[in-house]
Nanobody, 122 residues
């Protein structure tokens, strides 16, 4: 059974840092890029970051570039999103996904997690 399970969300204050994780299981992931997306209440889903599983550079959405860092641990089959200098507008449900990735404007995701809520208070 293919699973992407997010964890690490919570309530933080503006300016704080938080790291969320995504544990992948149920298949071989070496051919897949892993990504993070988010959806705030009343808004469309937004690309946050993605990283190839083996070789290649990560990509970031414009609103998080310079503040967020995506990384992976191939041994643990886990992808992380380190979020620094968080802002209230970063409040959203963050979803992990797996698929293919070329750029922040060209990607396709086949598998999705159920999400983890990140709330940033001002």
């Amino acid at each position: 059974q293919v699973q992407l399970v997010e964890s690490g969300g919570g309530l933080v204050q503006a300016g704080d840092s938080l790291r969320i994780s995504c544990a992948a299981s149920g298949r071989t992931w070496s051919d897949y890029a892993m990504g993070w997306f988010r959806q705030a209440p009343g808004k469309e889903r937004e690309f946050v970051a993605a990283i190839p599983w083996s070789v290649g550079e990560p990509g970031y959405g414009g609103s998080v570039k310079g503040r967020f860092t995506i990384s992976r641990d191939n041994a643990k089959i886990t992808v992380y999103l380190q979020m620094n200098n968080l802002k209230p507008e970063d409040t959203a449900v963050y979803y992990c996904a797996a698929g293919w990735f070329d750029s922040p404007f060209n990607y396709g995701m086949d598998y999705w997690g159920k999400g983890t809520l990140v709330t940033v208070s001002s």
